[in-house]
């Protein structure tokens, strides 16, 4: 019994671990998405903050004499900056870790500007500086510079102290800028784009799914003449790469007047041999049985496709209409080649984010929220059709 016992409790723990990994791999990869998600929601500061954070925060603000200001910490309190203020680090040649802090408008070069005295330290010439400590004049070199600010009370604005502004703790609370998305579509016209992205993976998808069920079902039932030559042309179409096709696909378009037109991006994609030769595959596997059995009741071919076989190959349908989804809706070199850059009315996602990211380069919030976007409508379709994989793969299994 305790072996028994021992035994149980081992499998458990390794199912416990092996859950464990899983789940640990699942949010490593999951964690790209969640820093763009959580990026299209920030503020154009909050992205360049070090160091970064997952979550969006905004800098908060109090009204001071009618204006919002902004808040930090300092000494402990929160306070608002009403004043910055230049200076310099400056030390005296023979002693250069005795540095004082002094306003950059209160020193002057040693010599002037035109000929400014120099000194040699650590083998580098450093010029001079007329220093102002505790009322009297010293020369020293500077070390650095930085930013003094001076931070006043929120209840009492005469309440002053001074801090570095650089180093001040800013006082930020989590704060989603959802307005991101408005602006961005405003700015690159991304509602047009996001429509014609639409409407192109619907009907390329919609036209590949119904020549691939015709096809398939030809190559698959019908014999004629040929048939099984044609089909291995057919097949090997797909080892040509499609970089191959540009030019002349390119030409075709020029020659039906198709160019900069949504129609470029639909026709040449409805015919995919890929999709042909996975619905013939299913088609096979369903017992001819069935289809004598239909015909003997009368039924024709056009019946028996539509009522037999396009019912039982849901799963392969799905999953083919999954990847010309994310094929079409990803597709970037055609409409980049095919439609202007200046006809944005007909441009695609792919191709207004490539643009985004030029137009928008200063203000990274907004290309991560044209990449939510753009990924937010293929990741949704994949996770609705996953158990159509699983289906499928099931169905495959079947001898």
Do not use: C
């Amino acid at each position: 019994m305790a072996v028994v016992t021992g035994t149980k409790r081992r499998k458990v723990l390794q199912r416990i671990g092996l859950y464990l990994a899983l789940g640990g791999f699942g949010l490593i990869m999951l964690f790209p998405f969640a820093v763009v998600a959580f990026g299209s929601l920030k503020e154009t500061s909050d992205i360049f903050r070090f160091p970064p954070r997952l979550l969006p925060y905004s800098q908060e603000t109090a009204e001071i004499d009618g204006e919002e200001m902004p808040l930090y910490i300092v000494e402990g309190e929160q306070r608002v900056l009403v004043e910055t203020v230049a200076v310099g680090l400056f030390a005296p040649p023979d002693d250069l870790d005795a540095i004082v802090t002094v306003a950059t408008d209160d020193v002057e070069r040693r010599g002037g500007f035109l000929d400014t005295e120099t000194v040699e330290v650590d083998g580098e010439e450093l010029p001079l500086f007329d220093v102002p400590v505790d009322g009297e004049t010293v020369p020293m070199v500077q070390r650095g510079s930085t930013t003094q600010g001076r931070f006043a009370a929120v209840d009492d604005p005469s309440n002053l102290v001074s801090a570095n502004v650089r180093t001040a703790e800013r006082a930020d609370s989590l704060a989603i800028q959802p307005e991101n998305y408005r602006r961005v579509t405003e700015l690159q016209n991304l509602d047009r784009s996001l429509t014609n992205t639409v409407l192109v993976t619907l009907l390329v998808v919609g036209g590949t799914v119904l020549t691939s069920i015709l096809g398939g079902y030809a190559f698959a039932r019908i014999e004629f003449p040929g048939r099984d030559a044609m089909f291995l042309v057919y097949i090997g179409s797909i080892m040509v790469p499609f970089v191959i096709l540009i030019i002349p696909l390119y030409q075709l378009m020029v020659a039906l007047g198709w160019v900069n037109s949504l129609a470029s991006l639909v026709f040449p994609f409805v015919f995919n041999a890929y999709g042909t030769f996975l619905i013939r595959q299913f088609f096979i596997s369903i017992p001819k049985d069935l289809e004598e059995a239909a015909i003997v009741d009368g039924a024709s071919r056009w019946k028996i496709l539509w009522r037999i076989f396009v019912p039982l190959s849901m799963p392969a349908i799905a999953t083919l209409s999954t990847f010309m989804f994310l094929y079409a809706w990803n597709s970037f070199i055609w409409p980049f080649i095919v439609i202007g850059a200046g006809n944005q009315d007909n441009h695609v996602l792919t191709v207004s984010l490539q643009q985004l990211g030029g137009r928008a380069a200063e203000t990274p919030n907004l290309v991560l929220a044209g990449v939510m976007i753009a990924i937010a409508v293929p990741v949704t379709v994949f996770v609705l059709a996953q158990r159509y994989f699983v289906e499928n793969v099931a169905t495959s299994g079947i001898k």
